[in-house]
């Protein structure tokens, strides 16, 4: 596998997740991308390791890169608390459910892009949303969808943020 690429989108309001990821070979593109990402900080972008709690991290390994500035604690809490827990949870049973297969855990990493809106408040729905919008960014990922002909079916539809 050289790398696939997830996408998905759940939930409403403030705590909307969006799911960005790429799935890939450690000696790869994505493998290139996962150690830039844990590299290469800045201020507003720290990006994380997915655990499932401390000292347990995710097999593949995951790192979330933030997809909006961190501009306080309580965003950063949020990215470090119900969305870390929701992306880890999501990669776990994607391998339990064998969407991601087992015996590649180890040679795959994942690179996950996560919204956080700054004026999210419900730390609740902030994990189902990006639990579910992983989970769906995963299959999309591994099933390579959509295919060429689901895209071009739906190449008209109206874009929900397009704003006019």
Known sequence: MQFYIGEALDGDGNEIAHIDLMIGSKDGPVGVAFANALANQSEGHTNLLAVLAPNVA???????????????????VQMFGPAQAAVAKAVADSVG????PADQAESLVIVCGVFIH???????KIYDYNYSA?????????????SADEMLAQKDVDHPFKGF
């Open 118 to 124: 700054p004026e999210a408040e419900d730390n609740k």
């Open 97 to 100: 459910d064998g969407v991601i």
């Open 134 to 146: 992983t989970k769906m960014a995963i299959v999309n990922a591994m099933g390579n969808k959509p």
């Open 58 to 76: 995710v097999k593949p390994a995951t790192v979330m890169v933030t997809k909006v500035t961190i501009k306080g604690m309580k965003q950063a």
